[in-house]
């Protein structure tokens, strides 16, 4: 098993960043204001929006940890696609031009960095031992949803990569599960791009250690979307793209959705 990393009593966790850099710059400065002693960065620093180099920037002038997402991997090694996952011949299409755009606007010295970043870490939050990871322990572009993801799988991972919590992110959706002997899993979304939900606001977790227990907290996240809306149609984005900004509601990579995470935000 990977060595611990860094020891926390209250650390910030994100993931899913897709080029968002207004968004990214937030979360940072709300994990400061919220006192965390440490950040920890799940993967996916491109795709989707305006300007890559611009998140790359924002995080690497920050403190924090990193774990590789798949996007990270693809674009580091300027591979053929994201391997992101997708199935259907939509998100595909849609997909694959967010890629090509990231590739062809990512410097040579930002896809050295992305290429070197690890695939996974082990940090301890007080007395308890998590795992991040991007998709999952197993596979970097694994969909952990909430709906397929029962107890039962979650104590056979927690198990087989011997941690108390594990946390990932990669569905671009936020939600957690707990066993009776408080080990689990927390899915911490994505900064990038909105949970589906008809919000524009985006989603992180902060990991706490209080009365000899770690707690979670999933936090919305507010920030200037409308700058981003700006840049992306600057850039001659899809307006799909835009769209899932501007109102909360995804419009591409959509297919992928189990049907209670396609229509739990509606109700």
Not at 42 to 53: K, M, R, S, T
């Amino acid at each position: 098993m990977l060595d611990v990393t860094s020891e926390h009593r209250k650390v910030a966790l994100f993931g899913g960043s897709y080029n968002n850099w207004k968004a990214t710059e937030a979360v940072l400065a709300d994990a400061k204001r919220r006192g965390c002693d440490g950040v920890w960065f799940l993967g996916d620093v491109g795709g989707f929006g305006p300007h890559p180099d611009r998140t790359a920037e924002v995080l690497r002038s920050a403190e924090l940890g990193l774990v590789q997402g798949n996007y990270d991997d693809s674009v580091g090694s300027s591979r053929e696609d994201c391997a992101c996952g997708y199935t259907d011949p939509r998100d595909n299409h849609f997909a694959q031009i967010s890629y090509d755009y990231t590739l062809a606007n990512t410097h040579a010295e930002h896809r050295a960095w992305l290429a070197a970043m690890p695939a996974s870490a082990r940090i301890r939050v007080g007395e308890k031992t998590v795992h991040l990871c991007h998709g999952s322990p197993r596979q970097v572009n694994e969909f952990l949803w909430e709906s397929t993801t029962p107890a039962g799988f979650v104590e056979h991972l927690c198990n087989r990569y011997e941690t108390d919590l594990l946390a990932c992110t990669h569905t671009g959706i936020h939600w957690e599960r707990r066993l009776a002997d408080g080990r689990g899993l927390v899915n911490v979304g994505a900064v990038g791009r909105p949970a589906n939900d008809g919000r524009q606001n985006v989603w992180y977790a902060v990991l706490e250690w209080v009365d000899g227990r770690v707690r979670t907290e999933l936090v919305p996240l507010e920030y200037d979307w409308e700058a981003v809306v700006a840049e992306m149609r600057a850039e001659g984005l899809p307006e799909e793209f835009v769209e899932t900004l501007a109102t909360g509601w995804w419009t591409t990579c959509l297919e992928i959705l189990p049907a209670r995470e396609r229509v739990a935000g509606r109700f």
